[in-house]
């Protein structure tokens, strides 16, 4: 190890071939030492024996630079952010670089890309740079919107926080739980805030599509409350939305004590269907009550009328009239108001004949019509209620005094009077 100035003085020939032995010793060390070297030059070489490093003077002649371990590791400057450690030759802000002890910095252009250290980090500085990560067939499989604070997948141009799209018809997303219990897949829609309040919207899912000018509407949608906050004593409802004529709308609630209210809307089962009601009954016997086939509506009845009180008598007019039904399982009220249109004169009876919405059990238990006068009604009429039973061989109906009074899929009644008059049928009977 040896060190020089590098300055031959004037001197002896003795004296100056050991002053230059010295010099070329410190050159082929290459200045090699525990200590820096007294005389130094700008861009000067130093083996640094205590730290094992290869340094260099810099160009203002007042630092060392390291340039490598004297075992052969190569070492850099930590650098900064604009000016990396290791960097391009024509391109001095772009390269590695080291911001702390186990920490791996990479800069471009002068703004720090990426930090591997304790945590990985993508865009440090928060510059506006985007960041996407490419599949085997999808350019934007992964897609970071720096400037709007997004990520897309599938998509450049996020809508929200998270957007996910898929063109093909195929699950846009699936959740999956394997656990090994009877523990299923949850998703948690959570209100975070540290201040609720009552009627807080707690979550909502809102069912978008677009209308035919291209526009983002929402058509549908399912929102929760909070309609009360109170510690141990919380309430939350579930309301349901739907869009009519343009206007959004909530149209039926889901309260907290577990009913259900309808909005502006109604109840509506499609036809030969109905609401399954499931009831204890009392005391009085264990079984359970079922009430099934709730149906509600109108239907279209065929009548004829006559002016005479024999089953053979000539029908002076037939039409088609509305009338009203409520079925529950197998039983039918009916409501139908008639009015006839033809009279011939004298005290006799109009015999009116209509149809029903269902057919009758013909062969079941008693049934009961009741007829009730219009505001026109001249004479006696017939009262009820009247008990018709099933005539099994006929397939008519009976009243109690053994007259038949209706056959067929309808039912007769009839009034007495001298001239035309309203006649409301309302009753009940039992299907088929």
């Known amino acids: 190890m040896a060190q020089h100035d590098y300055v031959i003085a004037n001197q002896s020939g003795s004296a100056f071939r050991a002053d230059l032995n010295n010099a070329l010793a410190a050159s ?19 083996a640094d024996t205590t730290n094992g490093v290869l340094k260099i003077r810099n160009s203002a002649n007042n630092a060392w630079i390291e340039l490598l371990q004297l075992d052969g590791t190569l070492t850099m400057e930590d650098g900064a952010e604009a000016t990396p450690g290791l960097a391009f030759r024509d391109d001095l802000n772009t390269g590695i670089w080291s911001s702390a002890a186990d920490t791996f910095n990479i800069s471009t252009g002068g703004t720090e890309r990426l930090e591997l250290g304790a945590a990985t980090v ?15 067939a999808d350019a934007n499989l992964f897609y970071v919107d720096a400037g709007n604070n997004r990520i897309g997948l599938s998509t450049t141009t996020p809508g929200s926080l998270l957007h996910v799209k898929e063109a ?59 309609t009360d906050v109170s510690n141990n004593a919380e309430d939350g409802v579930l309301t349901f939305h739907t869009r009519n004529h343009s206007a959004f709308g909530e149209r039926m609630r889901l309260t907290n004590d577990g009913n259900l209210s309808l909005g502006d809307g109604n109840l509506v089962v499609a036809n030969t269907h109905g609401i399954d009601f499931s009831a204890s009954e009392s005391s009085h016997t264990s079984d359970s009550s079922l009430l099934a086939d709730y149906e509600k509506g109108r239907f279209s009845s065929t009548v004829s009328w006559s002016n005479t009180l024999s089953t ?47 057919t009758p059990d013909v062969g079941g238990s008693p049934m009961c019509l009741r007829t009730y006068s219009g505001t026109v009604c001249y004479g006696s009429e017939m009262s009820g209620p009247f008990n018709f039973y099933g005539n099994v061989s006929t397939g008519g109906l009976m009243h109690a005094s053994g007259a038949e009074l209706k056959g067929g899929s309808g039912f007769w009644g009839h009034k007495t009077g001298t001239t035309s008059a309203n006649a409301t049928f309302t009753g009940c009977y039992r299907t088929a």
Request: proline share 3%.
């Open 28 to 46: 082929v060390s290459t200045n090699s030492g525990s200590s820096a070297p007294s005389t130094t030059y700008a861009y000067m070489l130093w």
């Open 122 to 136: 993508f865009n440090e500085s928060g510059a506006d740079v985007d960041f996407r990560i490419e599949g085997d």
């Open 312 to 358: 053979t008598g000539t029908a002076t007019n037939t039409s088609t009239v509305q009338g009203h039904f409520i079925k529950i399982d197998k039983l039918v009220w009916i409501n139908l108001e008639v009015t006839p249109s033809t009279y011939n004169g004298g005290d006799t009876c109009i015999i009116i004949s209509c149809t029903l919405p269902f």
């Open 168 to 226: 093909a018809q195929v699950d846009v997303a699936v959740f999956e739980c394997s656990h090994s219990s009877t523990w299923g897949s949850q998703i948690a829609l959570r209100h975070g805030t540290s201040s609720p309040a009552d009627n807080d919207m707690v979550a909502s899912i809102s069912f978008d599509g677009k209308d035919d000018a291209g526009n983002t509407t929402a058509y549908a949608g399912i929102r929760s409350y909070a």
